[in-house]
């Protein structure tokens, strides 16, 4: 079955870096286009990024874009989130997911394959 396994979240000051890494199981991952979505406390799901399948090709949302890189190895059916100049409004459980749909930014919950997430805080 899917497995997706995030690992790297914490607690970091502003302006801090956090890596966060995905490991994937039980499909086809080199086929397979990823994302990264959150969900700050109380709000909904938001896309955060994605990738394409060979890695070529990378979206973000503004808030991120310049801040957040987003990776993957086919080798090792892993995919990456390395976030820099954190700010305090990216605290969020993080969540590798894939076949996901979103409307904007807006992810449509109970839709494609997730982790269990990772907790990422930022204090000031």
């Known amino acids: 079955q899917v497995q997706l396994v995030e690992s790297g979240g914490g607690s970091v000051q502003y302006g801090g870096s956090l890596r966060l890494s995905c490991s994937a199981s039980g499909f086809t991952f080199e086929l397979t286009d990823m994302s990264w979505v959150r969900q700050a406390p109380g709000k909904g799901l938001e896309w955060v990024s994605d990738?394409?399948?060979?890695?070529?090709?990378?979206y973000y949302e503004d808030s991120v874009k310049g801040r957040f890189v987003i990776s993957r190895d086919n080798a090792k059916n892993t995919v990456a989130l390395q976030m820099n100049s954190l700010k305090v409004e990216d605290t969020a459980v993080y969540y590798c997911a894939k076949n996901i749909e979103r409307i904007g930014r807006a992810v449509v919950p109970g839709i494609g394959s997730w982790g269990q997430g990772t907790q990422v805080t930022v204090s000031s």
């Open positions: 990738i394409n399948r060979d890695g070529s090709r990378t």
